[in-house]
């Protein structure tokens, strides 16, 4: 008899709730809904709108809205209701009550998600963090209003108990959390002086969650990092030395797409792996200039950015997926629009070199020319100018090595004993 094959779990099916405003939105956020939807694992099973002005106190949608969720989440037979907004604990505990079914929220979604992804113990602590930070509020709501009460016969005391007794809990590992999150903040620092011993320019990657980072990233550095179209599928970061044909190098970091409101609990969490990108020399805001609602992602993006303390950091603006327009001269026009901007296809590779010489502009800032004669006794001068500058030229005498390079200021003060003097 043969054996029987082990059943893939049923998927969980998920009725999407859209509450914006503006109805020319409602198609990208749709779009982005049902892609973080697919990236939990879950499957959309329908979806209704309902346009707010004011969200109502008690559930957020109005009563009448949470009637008709109620029969439209029994006929597709859906596990969960998700409401494309943050709600509060008694909203999600009304509207679980009202509705007979788990309800979540966008910031929960996007938290489990980023549960799931996490591989590295730096990025589990940053997402664990988050979630005890989102939850710790909502506490309140998984206690029933008779457990919450202070008083009545057979109600002195335990819901009350058991309320503060797990408050204390999850401050604790809030705390706890904090605490390592610290350690792994130092670490980086030490990590960051290290890097100013032995300087290499920085740029880091950001942008819109699938916009292309991934695929850039192995585009220039030839490496083969996962590049998914689904949301979030680079979540820890990653660091690839560059080096141009013509002998430039630098650091490129890959960081975690951003997407609109993104939870504050993740950006307070990820600030230690943010800094990152705040203390980089170079920012690539990498765009999907092929995305129907590219201009508003880029403004989410530029907001995320503001509030990691990164708006002084000089920026590249990349269009990219210029492959996937319908209208290839958008790009050339927005390129000649947009000062600092150059349009490219990671997947492609058309516009990288442009890509790579307008990085190469931007960080010979940070570089300087030097004619240095150098001893063959100090030629390890000489390897440090390749591995932190551009050798122009390299020419060996009877009293030492004749180096042209653009240099670091860090590495120049250390060659400018043997400068020539003309």
Not at 95 to 114: C, H, N, P, Y
Request: charge should be negative; hydrophobic fraction near 40%.
């Amino acid at each position: 008899m043969p054996e029987a094959q082990p059943t893939q779990p049923p998927q969980e099916r998920l009725f999407l709730v859209f509450v914006n405003t503006d109805e020319a939105d409602d198609k990208s956020l749709e779009d982005e809904l049902e892609g973080l939807v697919e990236a939990a694992g879950g499957e959309v099973a329908g979806s209704t709108r309902q346009r707010l002005s004011k969200p109502t106190k008690a559930t957020y949608i109005g009563s009448g809205k949470v009637e008709e969720l109620k029969v439209y989440a029994s006929e597709t037979a859906s596990d969960t209701v998700v409401v494309d907004a943050e709600l509060t604990g008694i909203q999600i505990r009304n509207l679980e009550e009202a509705l007979g079914r788990r309800v979540v929220d966008r910031t929960s979604l996007i938290l489990d998600i980023f549960a799931g992804r996490a591989k590295t113990r730096e990025g589990r602590l940053q997402v664990e963090l988050a979630q005890y930070t989102y939850r710790l509020p909502r506490l309140m709501s998984v206690y029933t209003k008779f457990e919450r009460q202070r008083g009545g016969i057979g109600m002195r005391g335990p819901g009350e108990t058991k309320l503060e007794s797990d408050r204390r809990m999850v401050n604790a590992r809030i705390a706890k959390l904090r605490e390592e999150i610290e350690e792994v903040k130092r670490h980086r620092h030490l990590q960051r002086e290290s890097r100013s011993n032995n300087p290499v320019p920085t740029v880091s990657l950001v942008g819109y969650t699938s916009a292309g980072k991934s695929t850039l990233m192995n585009s220039l550095t030839g490496t083969d990092l996962l590049a998914d179209a689904m949301p979030f599928a680079t979540l820890d970061p990653t660091t690839r030395r560059v080096q141009t044909t013509d002998g430039f190098t630098f650091f490129l970091t890959d960081t975690v797409g951003f997407i609109r409101h993104l939870p504050t609990q993740l950006v307070a969490a990820f600030r230690a792996t943010l800094e990152e990108v705040a203390q980089a020399d170079l920012l690539l805001h990498v765009i999907d200039v092929s995305h129907e609602d590219w201009e508003g992602q880029r403004d989410a993006v530029l907001e995320t950015i503001e509030t990691i303390d990164a708006s002084g950091v000089p920026m590249v603006t990349v269009f990219n997926k210029v492959d996937a327009l319908s209208d290839p001269s958008l790009a050339r026009r927005l390129v000649a629009e947009w000062p600092d901007s150059v349009a490219v296809s990671a997947l492609t590779g058309s516009g990288l070199d442009d890509l790579t010489a307008v990085v190469h502009r931007h960080l010979r800032n940070r570089f300087g020319h030097i004619e240095a004669l150098i001893p063959y006794e100090k030629s390890a001068l000489v390897e440090s100018c390749h591995k932190f500058g551009r050798v122009l030229r390299e020419e060996y005498r009877d009293d030492g090595i004749l180096v042209v390079a653009e240099v670091v200021p860090e590495w120049r003060s250390k060659l400018e004993p043997y400068a020539v003097v003309e």
